[in-house]
């Protein structure tokens, strides 16, 4: 990652991500989030707001639970396909990544990713990157990707996550302090 983006806060995690190389680093990622996730909140409040019974309303949001579930798993199957290379993030900035995987990278690659932000409900954004450098961690090499092609919405959702992941790091090391 270059000095210039620096600005980004980064934490360490341990999240799944999918990836397949590709030719150019400044193409747009194919895969793109769920653009209606983020609309529960007023959904919800919608239907709290009419004149709906508090139990069908509760029932009714069990149910679409539920079937995100689902369908969080029949989509993580078609991620698998669409991205071949399974691998392992360790480090997450809103400008890069370290990850770990099975499968060898040369310096330079370019590499399509689809990163599994949250399971359920499934949150994935889709990044371009270049392999910046190779290190090693107790002999496993970590490879570091610098992102070449990344949607605004998409590096938004990557600093939110950023930020909860660092709060609860947080809340952790304060409940160890206070035992």
């Known amino acids: 990652m270059s000095v210039k983006d620096r600005n980004y806060s980064r934490v360490t995690t341990r999240i799944k991500a999918y990836a397949r190389k590709t030719p150019f680093a400044d193409t747009k990622p194919i895969f793109t989030g769920c653009f209606a996730c983020d609309t529960d ?67 330079d690659d370019n590499l399509e990713m689809a990163l599994i932000l949250s399971q359920f409900p499934l949150k994935v954004v889709g990044v371009v990157g270049r392999i910046h450098r190779m290190e090693k961690i107790k002999k496993i ?39």
Not at 45 to 53: A, E, Q, T, W
Not at 75 to 104: H, K, M
């Open 141 to 179: 090499p970590v490879w570091v990707v610098e992102f070449t092609s990344v949607r605004d919405i998409e590096r938004e959702k990557i600093v939110q996550f950023v930020f909860q992941e660092q709060r609860e790091q947080i809340r952790g090391s304060k409940s160890e302090a206070n035992r």
């Open 41 to 107: 909140d007023q959904t919800s409040k919608n239907l709290y707001g009419s004149h709906i019974p508090r139990e069908l309303v509760a029932f009714l949001k069990g149910m679409d639970e539920k079937l995100n579930m689902i369908l969080s798993l029949l989509n993580q199957g078609s991620i698998q396909d669409d991205f071949p290379i399974a691998a392992e993030v360790i480090e997450i900035s809103g400008a890069g990544l370290q990850f770990v995987s099975e499968t060898s990278f040369e310096v």
